[in-house]
């Protein structure tokens, strides 16, 4: 994963990808098509979007996000 803290994962015909977009516009992250980028939905089990992931300062991974299917972790 990059330097970012935060990486969204969208697509870009997922309306709830473009509400998150909307109502956080100065949200300083990393976008990630997952179609676009295949390899990081398989590496992180991405099965629906949005997902907000945040890294932590050991690398470790957590789904902050899962506005798909309305949870958060």
Not at 8 to 32: N, Q, R, Y
Request: aromatic residues 2%; glycine residues 6%.
């Amino acid at each position: 994963m990059s330097e970012n803290k935060l990486v969204l994962l969208t697509t870009e015909s997922c309306g709830h990808c473009k509400t998150i977009k909307e109502h956080f516009p100065d949200l300083e992250c990393k976008v990630l098509s997952t179609q676009e980028d295949m390899a990081a939905c398989k590496q992180f089990g991405i099965m629906a979007v949005p997902v907000l992931m945040v890294r932590g300062d050991d690398d470790t991974i957590m789904r902050a996000i899962e506005a798909a299917n309305g949870t958060s972790k």
